[in-house]
Structure formats: structure tokens, C-alpha cells
């Protein structure tokens, strides 16, 4: 079965989905998009969509830095994107937004051009394989800097601004590695390739402060859920050392969801897999997405 994609307010087929050579965006990369999840609920009655309002206002802000409107209104990129989870028949899938330019008009100026809004899925059961959930993953600190905020605008999700990202995680696969962590311009953890990073220490969390980090959804919930369960989270300049020495590390989005890291430079950190801490975020984060935790049913959305 196809899956069924939305383009500018339709339902398509993936198989019509097109774009040209010389679409605006294929050549300079400003777009934005969105990668939002939807899970399959443990009873089996309902598929859920993790944060959908959420997502879909980011994207919306993207937008709006990037300086090219979405011609839609937010509840309507909403039902789209339920719409197209529930026309492929899918359950464990992931969602892109994206935004582009396609005039057959190059240059750098922007001026007059139409955007368009495409919304596409597929099926996505785990990121680095299941066995990562409880063994972890074995990361390098990257050679690539993390943008600086005036540079690229590290707040939104543009699609030109990933070329970082890519760059650094082809860098870690070709030295063996399954991922990448970036320092900011000071030499501060910043984040993973496309992925908010948190370390665990005496009981505590923490995660580095906002200034270049993109202000990850998933990250937001994984701050909530600690809270709730009374973990001290704290937001702070953290070094490259303070990851060697961490009890636990873990990268956290709407991809990887919550993925232990069990070695950093070939240094192991902690007990060289999953922590305790680490399972407990993970495991109420997966029971969340699967409708298990009520107390948290106002983050999804039913198709």
C-alpha cells in the first residue's frame, strides 16, 4: 500500500509527490520542517501523534525567523498531518512537514515567491536499532562546531542549517562510531547531530542551556517528566570532561526518542549501558506515546 503524502492543502499519492530541478530550496536549502512521531497505543484501539500542537506551532516559528509563510493555518497543518497517518494505515511512523520554495527562479532573492507545504510519512520502528534502547550507543565528540546563534538562527528547523549535522554524524560513521556530539563555538556540549543531549551526575540531570541548542520538544518533555518524578533538572554550560565522568548520558528527540550513550571517545561511561535514570525517563516517555500514562494524555492526539 502507498503511502499518502499532503501537498498544499490535497492528499497525493507518495508516487505524485515532485518537485522540480530547479526548486528554490534543492539549491540554497532555506526551508523548514518538522519531525513529529506517532505510536501505536499498547491496546491496540488508537494511534497516537506525540505533541502534535506543539510541533506544529515550531514549525509555524520556523517559518516566521526564515521569513516565508505557510499559507495554511495551524490546525489545519494538524488535521494534515493526522490525516496522512490515517490514510497509509500506519501505526510506529514518523511525520515530515517541510517547507520549500519551488519557483523555477534562482538567485538569492526571495521576494514574490510562492512557498509550498508538503507532509509526508512512513513507517519508523527505532532509530539505531532496538538493541540501543538497553546497550546504548558508542558516540565521538565531533571536529564540527555547532552553529553560532546569529549564524544560522539555531532555534528553528532549517533545512540548510542540518548540513552541521550531517557532516558531523557521516564524520562519527566513518570513524566507527554510531553518532556525533557537537561543542559550541566556546567549546561547551552543545548537542548531538540532530538530537538534545542530557548527562546524569549524584542523581541530578542536566542539559546544556539553550543559547545555540535547538529547543527540542522532546527535550521540553523529558524536563517535565523529571520534574514530576522529582529529579532536579538543571540548565547549564556543560564541559567536554563532564561527559567522560558522567553516571549517565542519554540523547533525546523526536528520532532517537530516548537513546542511552554507553561510551563517549571510547570512554565508557558509567556501567557501559542503559542507567537507572535513563530507563526511567526512557520507559515513561515510550508508556506516554503508547497511552499508558493518562496523566499525560493532553500531549497526544488521536487519528
Same mark, same amino acid.
Given at each position: ?42 491496546? #491496540?484501539?488508537?494511534? @497516537? =501523534? $506525540?505533541?502534535? /500542537? ?6 509555524? %516559528?520556523?517559518?516566521?525567523?526564515? +521569513? ?123 548537542? #548531538?547531530?540532530?538530537? @538534545? =543531549? $542530557?548527562?546524569? /551526575? ?6 546544556? %542551556?539553550?543559547?545555540?541548542?535547538? +529547543? ?88
Amino acid at each position: 500500500m502507498s503511502n499518502t503524502y499532503w501537498l498544499n492543502g490535497k492528499y497525493i499519492n507518495k508516487e505524485d509527490a515532485h518537485v522540480s530541478p530547479l526548486t528554490h530550496t534543492l539549491h540554497y536549502g532555506l526551508g523548514a520542517f518538522e519531525g513529529v512521531r506517532s505510536y501505536g497505543s499498547t491496546d #491496540g484501539d488508537n494511534v @497516537n =501523534i $506525540f505533541r502534535l /500542537k506543539e510541533h506544529t506551532e515550531r514549525l509555524f %516559528e520556523s517559518a516566521k525567523i526564515i +521569513n516565508v509563510s505557510i499559507n495554511h493555518t495551524v490546525d489545519e497543518v494538524m488535521e494534515a498531518q493526522i490525516g496522512v497517518i490515517s490514510k497509509s494505515d500506519l501505526k510506529d511512523a514518523y511525520i515530515r512537514p517541510l517547507l520549500y520554495l519551488n519557483d523555477e527562479r534562482l538567485g538569492l532573492d526571495i521576494v514574490g515567491m510562492s512557498s509550498h507545504l508538503m507532509i509526508s510519512c512512513w513507517d519508523w520502528p527505532t532509530y539505531f536499532g532496538a538493541e540501543s534502547i538497553e546497550q546504548g550507543i558508542d558516540v565521538m565528540i565531533s571536529s564540527f562546531t555547532r552553529q553560532f546563534p546569529n549564524s544560522i538562527m539555531t532555534k528553528s528547523k532549517i533545512t540548510g542549517g542540518y548540513v552541521n549535522g550531517v557532516m558531523a554524524h557521516d564524520q562519527a560513521k566513518n570513524n566507527g562510531y554510531q553518532e556525533a556530539i557537537l561543542l559550541d563555538t566556546n567549546g561547551f556540549v552543545a548537542e #548531538g547531530s540532530g538530537q @538534545n =543531549i $542530557f548527562i546524569v /551526575k549524584n542523581g541530578n540531570l542536566l542539559t546544556p %542551556e539553550l543559547t545555540c541548542c535547538l +529547543n527540542g520538544i522532546t527535550r521540553r518533555s523529558v524536563i517535565q517528566m523529571a520534574k514530576d518524578k522529582g529529579i532536579e533538572v538543571h540548565e547549564r554550560q556543560i564541559t567536554r570532561d563532564e561527559l567522560y565522568t558522567a553516571d549517565e548520558i542519554f540523547f533525546s528527540g523526536t528520532a532517537v526518542e530516548i537513546t542511552p550513550i554507553r561510551s563517549v571517545d571510547k570512554v565508557v561511561i558509567g556501567q557501559g549501558k542503559r542507567g537507572e535514570i535513563t530507563k526511567i525517563i526512557q520507559e515513561t516517555y515510550l508508556g506516554i506515546a503508547r497511552g499508558e500514562i493518562k496523566e499525560y494524555d493532553h500531549w497526544l492526539s488521536r487519528v
